[in-house]
């Protein structure tokens, strides 16, 4: 790598543009010098993507360091984001029919369409990933190929600047005829008590201030990348747990990912609706527009731990570790897991009871009560009756086959298979009892068994979630806020005063808000025989900005 | 105090139309072309009256709060309303940082214009559904409000500058947007009067229809039905019957509401296009003759530098923060999620293409404008059209 050197003494970088500490345009440069305005974008200095194009490296490197490849990145992500909005996402449709069914069924040939092409699950296409793992590439290689020169050459910037770069300074000014000392010293009062830093150098001044505005792009990459390695880490194993728990009212459950390690009872669930005669009157207007609306949707539970080691099938003993209240916006936490409230199911049915009767006198030898989630195989009555529970189908469906069958293991229809013992029929009578519907398969029977009442309880559906990457997320988010503020609400402004044997050079420079800049020249040079200097650009060519 | 609370609502909103005459007068005043002296006599009342307007405005927000027991940010009215103030807010800290009553001159009219929007749609105190019991609204919601109204400004100083700088003697495409960005204001305000003018004459007309899934169901119009519901049939006696009809997977009622507002927008439009006889963006172009153009660029770019961590912050990471406590993650691609992100993009390359490829000036206003239409796609159309977990009550 061959450096050049400048002729104030300065080694430079090969590819700068602009020497690190004078600011000399450096002959390599030579397209630049015609400009009236030098573009001071970093500073000049040497980028590795304006510099090499050989390697394959290079033109990897060079492509993703290019900001128009960065900025075509975010408008196709954000155009492809905005596609996945114009149907709802799999995730939000119910589940009564096949996805593909389900699009076509609502949207027709367009909502067959929007399956096809698989933007019912866009956001986590394989495209989709891919865009924003280059846009985090993109961010990656931006930011290096920008930060070392661009540090390098703030760092080693002198007092003393060529007088090309002063003349070619947006703002610059030259003031001829003598410049008392006492202006020089006020100049200087005025600049400090506008919070610059000043370096002096012979009788030369170069103020500055909120240089370390400069860097607030790079931090707020920085967050940028932290956030999308956070929400990588999301598929490590153990890192994200996403669980559904239904617990029934007075049931306890163990959570599941905890390794049995906890419990969880529900002792009641409740759902509140907002009542206009004891809640606030102002919302009168509202509920009667809409009707019932939910106030409070709350499950009161106790967490259990395990005590000791348990053996698998044995019973846990369990330690009470807390009561709480579950209600949405204040889930449960313990440990690393949270518990949300975010479904419920109101008076499912728990319970069902039944009378032994004699169909043709009526006569009732006693009931049984069957717990639909824990069914038992006999129940005994007395004098010599019993049911005995053949086959128990929670939901009960024909199936393709024309036999009963069940859909699931929630009691939402339940059917039961009896057989009937009596002291007439000890071998026992067959009877299939569902709801509204029984069937007698083994002909005519003696006796029945007839529906006696129910009961049943509210259940509640929680989250379980585990999510360890939020630290980092939250992590990254901070780090990009920082930098973003620290790019946008501070301005990076230099001013360069040198004497030039009887004049004396004006010259100013800032990342952005030119109007600013100005206003404070003006009041920094007041008082004193300096003059103003001049903005070079014309309306429309405004200013020149950095940073990305 | 339901009554006092709105009351100080329509002061405000008579104040801030009160204000815009005043604007206007400062910019014909003004000779000199120093933007940074003498701020006239008439922008001053301009200002004070907006001040006032704003404080009134915090009044209407504050009461409302008191009897509802909830930052009155909780449905598209009170969201809406609430956007409109901070666009004052922002318009009147911007306003004594450059001293420029022309920005007031475009953003009170889009602020009015917000508000009266907002108002369309019922205004109702709605008690709060258990996902939005925290304290996360008034933080999550109002910290959007006042990002997006602060990138509103930068949408304001974009037009100031497209008046400005686009040459009205002859057609071109940048006349022909312009107009187009014109039209939607007015078509806002088409809607606008339309909705109220029935409403005024209290105009119902009920429908029974069939919806997508062969339900019978019944709608009520508050406008005439020029588009009317799926085999819909009127109720109501004396009312206008449909034109045309549309199947049942489309939402006629809004359709309806949206033609009438389009074709109200185009009626004033054509009225004022021959009162004026020139384009409304040749009509605006004196008002802009001293401003200098530098400045309202760097307005424009100063408020998106200014807006953009704002919206972040709000839009973005309190949202998340919310989310994931409300609804168990911090980021599902809810329609809303999505679009406060494709907000966030746009405005990251709006900064990204400023900085470093030099849009500046006309480019970097006409990315403004753009910004804007998709601030009020976000607020209009992901709750009225593209149900989400975010749709409030529209009507």
């Known amino acids: 790598m061959n450096q050049v050197k400048c002729d104030c003494g300065h080694v430079n970088p090969h590819g700068t543009i602009l020497c690190e500490a004078c600011g000399k345009i450096i002959e390599d440069g030579t397209q630049i010098t015609a400009e009236p305005v030098i573009d001071m974008r970093y500073e000049g200095s040497a980028r590795r993507s304006q510099t090499y194009n050989k390697s394959m490296i290079d033109k990897v490197w060079n492509f993703f360091s290019s900001v128009k490849v960065g900025v075509w990145l975010i408008i196709v992500t954000l155009i492809a984001s905005s596609l996945g909005t114009i149907l709802p996402q799999e995730m939000y449709i119910p589940t009564i029919m096949p996805v593909a069914e389900y699009y076509e069924d609502q949207y027709g ?138 617990v029934r009212e007075g049931e306890t459950k163990v959570i599941p990912e905890t390794d049995g390690q906890y419990y969880l009872k529900n002792v009641d669930f409740k759902l509140e609706v907002y009542d206009k005669e004891t809640d606030n009157e102002a919302f009168g207007d509202a509920l009667d527009n809409a009707g019932m609306v939910a106030k409070n949707y709350q499950s009161d539970v106790i967490l259990y731990k395990t005590k000791g080691n348990t053996v698998a099938g044995d019973e846990p003993e369990l330690e009470e570790v807390e009561s709480s209240s579950i209600r949405v916006n204040q889930p449960l936490k313990f440990e690393k897991f949270a518990l949300y409230q975010v479904n419920y199911k109101l008076d499912e049915l728990f319970k069902m009871s039944f009378l032994l009767t004699n169909k043709s006198t009526g006569e009732t030898f006693g009931d049984i009560t069957i717990n639909l989630n824990d069914p038992e195989k006999l129940y005994e009555l007395d004098n010599d009756y019993s049911v005995e529970l053949m086959s128990y189908f929670p939901d009960f469906e024909f199936g393709e086959d024309g036999n009963p069958t069940t859909k699931s293991r929630v009691p939402n229809n339940p059917a039961f298979v009896f057989k009937m013992y009596s002291p007439e029929k000890p071998e026992g009578e067959v009877s299939f009892v569902a709801i509204q519907q029984t069937i007698e398969p083994l002909g005519d029977n003696e006796y029945k068994m007839a529906f006696n009442g129910i009961e049943t309880k509210d259940v509640t559906g929680l989250t379980v979630r585990k999510d360890l990457t939020l630290w980092i997320i939250g992590f990254g988010g901070l780090i990009f806020m920082i930098g973003v503020v620290q790019g946008a609400y501070w301005n990076h402004r230099r001013i360069w005063i040198q004497r030039k044997g009887d004049e004396v050079w004006v010259a100013a420079h800032t990342n952005k808000n030119w109007f600013g800049l100005k206003k404070e020249i003006q009041l920094v040079l007041a008082g004193t025989e300096i003059k103003e200097p001049m903005d070079q650009m014309k309306e429309n060519q405004v200013d020149e900005g950095e940073k990305d | 105090m339901i009554t006092l609370s709105e009351n100080l609502l329509y002061i405000a909103f008579i104040l801030y139309l009160l204000s815009i005459p005043f604007f206007g007068g400062a910019i014909k005043q003004k000779r000199n072309l120093d933007h940074q002296q003498n701020s006239s006599k008439w922008s001053t009342i301009g200002i004070v009256i907006s001040i006032l307007g704003f404080a009134a405005q915090l009044g209407f927000f504050f009461t409302r709060w008191s009897i509802a027991g909830h930052a009155p940010v909780s449905n598209l009215f009170e969201f809406t309303t609430f956007f409109g103030m901070c666009l004052v807010g922002a318009f009147i800290i911007i306003y004594f940082i450059y001293k420029t009553p022309l920005l007031g001159l475009f953003t009170m009219p889009i602020a009015l214009l917000v508000i009266a929007f907002a108002s ?233 293409l400023r900085l470093s490829k030099g849009w500046h000036g006309e480019k970097s206003a006409w990315l403004a404008v753009i910004g804007f239409i998709i601030i009020m796609f976000n607020l209009v159309a992901v709750n009225l059209v593209i149900a989400g977990l975010h749709s409030y009550a529209g009507s």
């Open chain 2, 120 to 352: 369309m749609f019922p205004t109702d105190i709605s008690p709060l559904i258990p996902a939005l019991q925290s304290d996360w609204l008034h933080i999550h919601v109002t910290t959007v409000a006042l990002g997006e109204a602060i990138l509103a400004v930068s949408f304001g100083a974009a037009l100031i500058y497209l008046v400005k700088v686009i040459d009205q003697t002859k057609n071109s495409k940048s006349t022909t947007w312009l107009e187009v960005v014109m039209y939607g204001l007015i078509a806002t305000l088409g809607f606008v009067i339309v909705v109220s003018a029935f409403s005024f004459a209290d105009y119902k007309a009920e429908f029974n229809w069939v919806d997508k899934n062969d339900n019978e169901a019944k709608v009520e119009y508050h406008l005439p039905a020029l588009v009317g519901p799926n085999q819909g049939e009127l109720l109501t006696d004396g009312k206008m019957e449909p034109l045309v009809s549309v199947p049942g997977i489309i939402n006629a009622k809004k359709l309806n509401t949206v033609i009438w507002s389009f074709g109200a927008g185009i009626l004033l439009y054509g009225l004022l296009r021959l009162v004026l006889r020139k384009r409304i963006g040749a009509a605006l172009k004196p008002f802009t003759k001293n401003i200098n153009l530098d400045l309202v660029d760097e307005i424009s770019y100063r408020s998106v530098l200014i807006g953009f961590p704002v919206f972040t912050l709000g839009g973005l990471i309190f949202a998340m923060i919310w989310a994931q406590i409300a609804w168990t993650r911090f980021w599902g691609w809810d329609p809303k999620e999505v679009w406060a992100l494709i907000t966030w993009l746009f405005y990251a390359a709006f900064l990204h």
């Open chain 1, 109 to 246: 040939w367009f909502g067959r369409l929007y399956y096809d092409l698989g933007f019912h699950n866009l956001y986590s296409s394989w495209w989709y990933l891919l865009l924003i793992a280059a846009i985090g590439v993109s961010l990656v290689i931006c930011s290096l190929d920008r930060v070392v020169p661009l540090y390098r050459a703030l760092k080693k910037q002198r007092v003393i600047r060529h007088e090309s770069f002063l003349q070619r300074q947006r703002i610059y000014g030259i003031t001829t005829g003598s410049v008392s000392d006492q202006s020089y010293e006020l100049v200087k009062e005025q600049l400090k008590k506008k919070r610059y830093n000043i370096r002096e150098d012979n009788g030369n001044v170069l103020a500055e201030k909120g240089r370390f505005s400069r860097w607030g792009p790079y931090v707020n990459h920085v967050g940028l990348i932290i956030f999308l390695i956070g929400s990588m880490l999301r598929f490590v194993p153990g890192m994200y747990i996403d669980e559904i728990l239904w």
